[in-house]
Nanobody, 123 residues
């Protein structure tokens, strides 16, 4: 499974940006998806998650109400709409595909990452 993130860039504080992640090489519908970010000198943090059908989402407190995660299963694409951006949102943003299977008593966990896209918010 390959994940290709894109759409990052430089934006002024208060602005908006939408980043995307195209998934190939697997059944996109079978994966829960998430966006993580990592700012310089900080740990990678989970900021938004969405289930396989797009009917359930959750957000970190730092982005709730400003960011919206969505997915288009017909295009194998995950999105993150980011509004009211501030300099603290500056980070490399990574998409993640996650799946757990249980068969014949064996649990397997699958975790895939994109290469990241840089988002820089200027004050």
């Amino acid at each position: 499974v390959q994940l290709q993130a894109s759409g990052g860039g430089l934006v002024q504080a208060g602005g908006s940006l939408r980043i995307s992640c195209v998934v190939s090489g697997g059944d996109f519908r079978s994966y829960g998806m998430a966006w993580f970010r990592q700012a310089p000198g900080k740990e990678r943090e989970s900021i938004a998650m969405i289930n396989w059908s797009g009917t359930s989402t959750s957000y970190a407190g730092s982005v709730k109400g400003r960011f919206t995660i969505s997915r288009d299963n017909s295009k194998n694409t995950l999105y993150l709409q980011m509004n009211s951006l501030n300099p603290e949102d500056t980070a490399v943003y990574y998409c993640n595909a996650h799946r757990i299977t249980i068969a014949a008593g064996t649990r397997r966990e699958y975790d895939y990452w994109g290469q990241g896209t840089q988002v820089t918010v200027s004050s």
